[in-house]
């Protein structure tokens, strides 16, 4: 650990990673670093990774793990827009929500 800007750091070279930008693209390493991030509480390494499991990219699409990151982010200490824009998203088409009869 290199200090308070860890978390950080993961998360931009996980966007590094993910969009190739000075680096070959690898999603499953974009998102390594991205959980890393996003389990020291880094919300915008969350919003990343639960994208990540809501498209696809570098993982397997599994929208109970989005909602785990993606949403968490949601609690009143931590609310930021982008999250709120992927919960309109997947609430609009109900991804990841139980199906009812």
Not at 3 to 8: E, N, Q
Not at 39 to 44: E, T, W, Y
Not at 50 to 54: I, L, N, P, Q
Not at 90 to 93: D, E, G, K, L, V
């Given at each position: 650990p290199c200090?308070?800007?860890?978390?950080?750091v993961q998360n931009v070279?996980?966007?590094c990673y993910r969009n190739g930008t000075?680096?070959?693209?690898?999603p499953a390493e974009a998102v390594r670093l991205y959980r890393l991030a996003a389990?020291?509480?880094?919300?915008?390494a969350q919003n990343c990774l639960?994208?990540?499991?809501?498209n696809g990219t570098g993982v397997d699409v599994d929208y109970t793990a989005q909602r785990g990151y993606?949403?968490?982010v949601l609690l009143p200490s931590r609310a930021t827009p982008m999250?709120?824009?992927t919960l309109g998203s997947?609430?609009?088409?109900a991804q990841g929500l139980p199906r009812t009869a």
């Open positions: 200090g308070r800007y860890t978390a950080v070279l996980g966007s000075g680096v070959d693209q690898d389990d020291q509480g880094f919300a915008s639960g994208g990540c499991y809501m993606g949403w968490s999250p709120s824009s997947a609430s609009n088409t």
